[in-house]
């Protein structure tokens, strides 16, 4: 669409808190002459409990603030109902007609974009204008030759890897300088900081930021692709990216970071970490599909399990008492760190689901509060598939055995050690079942079972049979 250049738009800042390679914002600056750059804080999104994941994003956009100040750029912060922050907008900006941001293509972000765009055409007489940047492929762009959508991971996965992805956009500051406005409105900066609670510091505040963001990847490309392949899924090596809080808020670029790969010297471990990014957009894609799947299992076999849900059990999962070693390793990495290695976050899910017969709503639900990465899109696609719920999961037969986990994948059992200290003095196989110590060994590892460390609270190779009855209960009522 042709632009009026003599105009004054406003570019809308949510989950794409940068200035480099930002394709709404690029947009924006080439076709206005003045830019008003806003984060709203909309009431809709902003959770009183105060949690990790929501102090953790609003320090990413406290960061994006501060890096704009010292650049000598504004960033205003606004509150309010949206549909009222846009009209005031406007009252004072009678001059303002077009809108820019970049696409949420599901969950509460595309309605309420939606709703944005209707009220601004309608009422304000301001374009939208709003971009793929989240993903390397939209929602919209992968079909199957017969113009269906895909379900299944493989087939979407080939046909992404053939198309030709966007390269990185470059975006000059002094025009961003140049063309940025302020506008007399309330500012809620104050707002802001207080949304950033200071007891998640842990997770939270020292690492936000693009320049952040753009170390690690550069370290990730220098340090650990060449060993993604081969140690990916060993927790203790911890060689994957991070980048997953950062692609979150937007920090980095996807095309940014799919692009570094690219050029990154050869080796088995590129195409493995490419697979990777390539999840991130099929369950932006499934979640675009099926809008209502945070509440309803895909597969409609499994909509009827009658989950046992004990209360006691998911808190002790939770917090890592399980009395079984890598489940509570992983789990309280989680509560002080923020974040979650990819296999372990598929072993707790597969145990709260199947082992615990916990409705895999809860896990979700407690993840969303507790990552910084979370991502609704990905956080659900992950739980429906280790919960056997998705449109291409693991079977619901495949119930994985914690202990063996444990013993492939933490083989010295090392990462129990850092998470678990009450255990970390255990020589040998036994780290991964305590519950096998001697009397004679509790005393010399100093661990006394069932008090400084908890028996575990299933029968595995029990519960394994049980939620195997539970799920084809699920399909016979179908
Ligand atoms: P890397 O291995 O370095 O991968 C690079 C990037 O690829 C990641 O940053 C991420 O953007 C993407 N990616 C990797 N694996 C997956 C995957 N399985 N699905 C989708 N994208 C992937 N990821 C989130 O970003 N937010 C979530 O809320 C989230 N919840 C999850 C819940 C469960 C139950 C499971 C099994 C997985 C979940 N994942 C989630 C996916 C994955 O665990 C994380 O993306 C990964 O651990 C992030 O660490 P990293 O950046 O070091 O990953």
Redesign the pocket.
């Known amino acids: 669409m042709e632009k009026n250049l003599s105009q004054t738009s406003v570019m809308w800042f949510r989950r794409d808190l940068r200035i480099t390679d930002n394709v709404a914002l690029a947009e924006a600056i080439k076709y206005s002459d003045k830019v008003l750059l806003i984060f709203i804080l909309d009431p809709q999104q902003v959770n009183k409990r105060s949690t990790v994941n929501q102090s953790a994003f609003f320090a990413s956009v406290k960061q994006l603030k501060d890096d704009l100040i010292h650049k000598d750029i504004h960033l205003q912060i606004l509150q309010g109902d949206l549909i009222s922050v846009f009209s005031k907008i406007k009252q004072l900006l009678p001059n303002w007609h077009n809108l820019y941001f970049n696409n949420d293509e599901n969950g509460y972000g595309r309605l309420r974009d939606q709703k944005v765009a209707k009220y601004c055409r309608e009422v304000l007489g301001v374009s939208s204008h709003s971009f793929v940047d989240y993903n390397l492929h939209g929602a919209t762009e992968i079909k199957k030759d017969n113009g269906e959508s895909y379900k299944m991971f493989t087939p979407y996965f080939k046909k992404w890897l053939q198309l030709p992805k966007k390269a990185p956009i470059q975006i000059q500051f002094d025009d961003i300088r140049q063309k940025n406005m302020s506008l007399s409105l309330t500012n809620y900066d104050g707002q802001l900081n207080q949304l950033i609670n200071e007891h998640h510091k842990y997770a939270v505040i020292d690492q936000v930021g693009e320049a952040s963001a753009n170390k690690l990847l550069k370290a990730?490309i220098q340090n650990k692709i060449s060993y993604y392949e081969e140690k990916?899924d060993n927790p203790m090596f911890d060689g994957?990216?991070?980048?997953?809080r950062y692609?979150?808020t937007g920090e980095i670029s996807i095309r940014t970071i799919y692009e570094a790969v690219r050029q990154a010297p050869d080796g088995d471990g590129r195409l493995t970490?490419i697979k990777?990014?390539c999840?991130?957009d099929y369950?932006n894609m499934i979640y675009a599909n099926y809008p209502d799947q945070q509440t309803h299992a895909l597969r409609s076999e499994f909509q009827n399990i009658v989950w046992k849900n004990n209360a006691v059990d998911f808190k002790k999962w939770q917090t890592g008492q399980t009395g079984f070693p890598l489940i509570d390793a992983a789990m309280r990495q989680l509560n002080t760190t923020g974040?979650?290695?990819?296999r372990l976050?598929?072993i707790v899910?597969s145990f709260l689901t199947k082992d615990l017969l916990i409705d895999w709503r809860w896990?979700e639900a407690y993840?969303r509060d507790m990552?910084v990465?979370?991502?609704p899109a990905?956080?659900i696609?992950?739980?429906q598939?280790?919960a056997s719920t998705g449109t291409d999961s693991v079977p619901y037969f495949r119930v994985f055995n914690p202990t063996l986990q444990s013993k492939k994948f933490d083989p010295k059992g090392q990462f129990i050690a850092k998470f678990v200290p009450e255990l970390a003095r255990i020589k040998g196989q036994k780290i991964h079942e305590p519950n096998l110590l001697t009397l004679v060994e509790q005393k010399e590892y100093g661990v006394k079972l069932a008090l400084t460390y908890p028996s575990p609270i299933v029968n595995h190779k029990l519960a394994r049979t049980r939620a195997i009855a539970v799920y084809e209960e699920s399909k016979d009522v179908f």
């Open positions: 990730f990916r994957t990216s991070h980048l997953s692609l979150r970490f990777e990014l999840w991130r369950y974040w979650m290695h990819n976050r598929m899910a896990g993840f990552l990465d979370y991502d990905s956080n696609g992950g739980w598939w280790a």
